[in-house]
């Protein structure tokens, strides 16, 4: 494999942004911000045996879940997407179409939002390829949705279902908790291919003072981030969150995924109960699900609470997390 060979097979041949200055091709990228915009910058890793198996995806998948993972960060702040840089470490016998595969599929998407390939970097590892993106993106001056927005009496609420994605991650690991054949190609599509939610970001950044996270980690712990950036306390209600409607009846661990799984991609958020009714309506003729869930509660603590029957239960922050795995 040659490395320039292959940076000038994955250079796009034609840019949607008209501010980029210089995409690839110099020692870095140069664009002009819009103004009257603020810039959004993130970056997520995905590491094989860590965030895929490449035993059990497709290079296709594991580029789609890499860009869509970043791109549903820039959702989670009200964001739109418009640039991305993708820097990869190939294990020496990873073959040069597989990479190709990879870009073709990123490509795929990032066309679905106009975005535009500005940079990256390549370089051979002897150990498990790993893959990293980077997005930048735009919100309008002073529109971000930030964790810090919580506030008592708002409405708490996710984008869709929960729970679904671990159970195709459960499914891949090899626990064939079901036979049919439609149910596991719907949590395997979950799992693999999230879609971010950018719509739903966007209708969000246009309310006052929504706060909003990304479940990558689980709905405990992106709930306990809002919390404890808001120093604020949540009450969720088991009943109210969204899941498929088979999920309970497939595994008893249904709801640990749904609480503690993890990369549902879905938005999970606050809003003033008084704009409630008209972003629900929004959303929904947007195509947006939304589902109120909860409610923010007055406390002088960070803590989230899980209503279940009749217990209400301390959600603790637990989840996916790299260094602690508890679950
Ligand atoms: N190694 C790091 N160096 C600097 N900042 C980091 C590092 N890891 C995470 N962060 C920052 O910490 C915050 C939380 O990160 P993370 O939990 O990964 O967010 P998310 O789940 O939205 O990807 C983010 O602002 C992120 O940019
Ligand atoms: C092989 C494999 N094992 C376990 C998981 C589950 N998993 C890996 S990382 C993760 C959390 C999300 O990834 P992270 O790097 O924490 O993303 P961030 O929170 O920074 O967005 C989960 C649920 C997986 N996707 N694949
Ligand atoms: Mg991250
Ligand atoms: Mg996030
Ligand atoms: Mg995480």
Redesign the pocket.
């Known amino acids: 494999m040659d490395e320039f060979e292959l940076i000038r097979r994955i250079a796009p041949r034609s840019l949607s942004h008209r501010e980029i200055e210089i995409g690839i091709g110099d020692d870095a990228a140069v664009y002009n911000p819009k103004k009257g915009y603020q810039e959004i910058v993130?970056v997520?890793t995905m590491v094989d045996g860590v965030h895929f198996l490449s035993s059990h995806s497709t290079p296709a998948d594991i580029g789609y879940k890499a860009l869509a993972v970043n791109i549903s960060?820039i959702a989670a702040m009200g964001g739109y997407p418009k640039f991305y840089l993708v820097s990869i470490a190939v294990p020496s016998g990873r073959r040069e179409s597989d990479i190709e595969a990879m870009y073709e599929e990123m490509t795929k998407l990032a066309k679905l939002y106009q975005m535009d390939l500005i940079g990256g970097d390549t370089v051979s590892t002897r150990g498990q390829m790993v893959i990293t993106v980077t997005v930048i993106g735009e919100v309008e001056k002073g529109r971000a949705c930030l964790r810090s927005h919580a506030r008592p009496g708002d409405v708490v609420f996710v984008t869709g279902e929960l729970g679904s994605s671990a159970a195709g991650l459960s499914l891949l690991l090899g626990d064939r908790f079901t036979n049919d054949e439609g149910l596991v190609q719907h949590f395997m599509k979950r799992h693999k291919r999230p879609e971010p939610r950018v719509k739903a970001g966007l209708i969000c950044s246009r309310y006052q003072r929504v706060a909003l996270n990304?479940i990558?980690?689980g709905l405990a712990s992106e709930l306990n981030e809002i919390a404890e950036a808001s120093r604020v306390s949540i009450d969720i209600y088991q009943d109210s969150i969204p899941t498929h409607s088979e999920l309970h009846k497939l595994h008893s661990d249904w709801e640990e995924w749904v609480l503690f799984g993890g990369e549902d991609f879905e938005l999970a958020g606050t809003i003033s109960s008084d704009q409630w009714e008209r972003f629900a309506q929004e959303c929904s003729s947007c195509g947006v699900p939304v589902y109120k869930i909860g409610q923010v509660v007055q406390s002088g603590e960070a803590k989230v609470f899980y209503h279940s029957g009749q217990d209400r239960i301390l959600l603790e922050k637990k989840g996916y997390n790299h260094f602690k795995q508890d679950r």
Do not use: I, L, M, P
Request: with cysteine; proline share 0%; hydrophobic share 0%.
């Open positions: 993130c997520d960060d990304d990558s980690d």
